[in-house]
């Protein structure tokens, strides 16, 4: 009974205690959703123009983040540091597409997802080897993002809204709309969705499968970029932020591999529910229970739909 | 010419569907058991057989469990490095509190402590297909890892968070403890590995093992040919588990001696998955070639550099071995998408029409 107390009812009551520890609660759920569901998104344009489920954009993240702190650190000025690690990501997705894509195209999907294994590997040792494995610290202000906190008085106690985490969020949804807005109107966002269609089709219309896939690699690796300097700005820039890579996971399974929207709406699910969970009941089994929250909570929704909430519908014929 | 089944003629059933049929495939399984169990000892040093060969022996058994689920159900998992750590805690576990029962008896009942959680695990398989399954067992894997640190039961409330492994005997010889000899634990490990691989052996060849292709080639077919998918797939889950926990188990308590939760993270699963990948999929000497290549190129890549005469700091030659492992998967992914297994099968036609090419 007392258990039941503590599961059902005892958390409701902190909430409604003390709101404005809820609201700070769910603010940080926010965030992090909405950096998950980035990194989420780099996955479905990966997934929906070459249906390579790409296990590299954790690690693709770290590298574009410290190419960027590890350029910035050598002396180059921040605005040409962004720039030259665009660059190099676009020199990654023109790599990937000729030594990795082209070779193993038609393979069965877990042969790709094996190779972006190999992937990881590469850039993990590449990215320690050129610029060292220790923790680096995000030029914040060289970049023109802003600093510090607000504090907000509401519901009779202080919410503290950190600045950098409010810049986050908007530039997470300038991108989200930028995105739409390529793949609804330009030429070549309409040359993605033929390719995401069907591949064979696309070819035959005179789509250059080669240069779309170059194309997307270069898109997801930006997202990681702008994903990288968000995360890197809250916590240091080390191949640690990875982990995070596994965290966007469930995000992915709970939206639908193909869905952008499903990315972002999962990824606010997520931050928000394991946010929630770990704060009040986390300390019922002792905390930590941040690790696989996030796969519980997308396990349970797919139970349901497994194909995501927003993912394409699986027909299957003999 | 040197692989030729001509000639020989079966008269029975039973030679007919022996899983060995045909002479040189038996010669040579003859050959590679007496160069394991008389060849090896003979020549091997301690640092061979403790570190080489004992590891090899014990992956390769977690990648044949890996394969009976990937390779030959179609159901990819992430999870596998977590089933080897249920193995190995519920060994320790069950080995503290009654320990004067016998070692391997406690190393196969893990095994099934490692089952009914896998079954368990198995359940979303029925639903959930494909990557999406894969990314759900990433939910044991970090499940059980987190309880693994958390509950200190487990461990019996160490305050290190280790598990550390008592002395065990086998008539009258120590097999696990500080004071086991590598040999010893070396002929424990593989006497297990060999029985186990007999009966995987026997279990994919026969109608379990063609329910399980049937349902990984299309389970809806599968279906309405009149296999019951629920109990097929959870067959290969618990097969699975099982045999992830026995290899954990001999890991912690025949190779390394002490283990700490990290033992079993994430990347042990990956390790794990690209043994499998590599080996080659649905072939249980695939498995063995794939655990071979991956446990051994790192130390052939650290010692390597010495080797040549070349100095290089020892975090260079860490990155330097993620960026030639990495390296090497694509480049087996691209040359032989079937795995190593393909290319013993290319190289038995060979044999078989030398010196013919064809």
Known sequence: MHLLYQIFIDPFMQMGQA???????????????????????????????????NFAQGIMMVFAALTLVGLYEKGVPAPLALLLAIGVMYLLALGVERVVLRPLVNQPDIMLFMATFGLTYILIGAGQLVFGGDPKEMPVAALGLPKGA??????????????????????ASIMVAGLAVFFQKTRIGRAL????????????????????????????????????????????????????????????????????????????????GEKLGEFYWGPLVGGGIESWLAYAIALAFLLFKPEGLFGEKIIERI | MFYREVGQFKTSYAADQAIFPIRQDRIGLALILAVAFIGIPLVGGEFMIASVMIPFLVLALAAIGLNILI??????????????????????????????????????????????????????????KGFYLAIATLAAQFFLQW???????????????????????L??????????????????????????????????????????????????????????LLPAKLLAFAVSSFYAGVAGALMVFLWLGAAEPEAFNINESFVLLFMVIIGGLGSLIGAFFGAALIHILPIIV?????????????ATAEHLTYIITGGLILFFLIVEPHGLARLWQIAKQKLRVWPFPY
């Open chain 2, 71 to 128: 390779g030959y159900t179609g159901l990819i998992s992430l999870g596998t490095g977590a089933f080897m750590g249920v193995g190995a805690y519920a060994c320790y576990k069950l080995s503290t509190l009654f320990p004067q029962v016998n070692i391997i008896v406690w190393i196969i009942a893990s095994g099934l402590v490692s089952c009914a959680v896998g079954v368990l695990f198995g359940l979303p398989s029925l639903r959930i």
């Open chain 2, 147 to 169: 309880c693994f640190v958390r509950v200190g039961w487990l461990y019996n409330n160490n305050p290190s968070g280790a598990i550390e492994v008592p002395l065990h005997t």
């Open chain 1, 193 to 272: 969705r033929a390719v995401a269609d069907d591949h064979q089709a696309a070819l035959s219309v005179g789509i250059s499968l080669n240069q779309i896939w170059v194309i997307v690699w270069f898109t997801a690796g930006i997202v990681a970029l702008a994903t990288g300097i968000m995360w890197g700005a809250r916590s240091d820039v080390s191949f640690a932020l990875q982990v995070i890579s596994l965290k966007a996971l469930p995000v992915l399974i709970l939206g639908g591999f193909t869905s952008v929207p499903g990315a972002i709406v999962g990824g606010l699910i997520i931050g928000i």
């Open chain 2, 171 to 228: 008539f009258g010889i120590p097999i696990t403890g500080a004071t086991a000899k590598p040999l010893t634990r070396y002929y424990v490990v593989l006497t297990i590995v060999v029985v186990m691989t007999w009966f995987a052996s026997n279990l994919v060849h026969g109608r379990i093992g063609r329910n399980w292709m049937a349902v990984r080639d299309m389970d809806i077919a599968a279906q309405l040919m009149g296999i019951r």
């Open chain 1, 19 to 53: 709101p404005d520890l809820l609201v700070q609660t769910l603010w940080e759920g926010l965030v992090g959703g909405v950096l998950y569901a980035l990194i989420a998104l780099g996955f479905v344009l990966i997934f929906k123009a070459s249906g390579v489920f």
């Open chain 2, 302 to 314: 650290r010692t390597a550099p010495d080797a040549l005469g070349l100095s290089i700091g020892s």
């Open chain 1, 150 to 171: 607000i504090d907000l008085k509401i519901l009779g106690g202080l919410v503290s809204l950190q600045k950098i985490d409010i810049a986050a969020a908007i530039i």
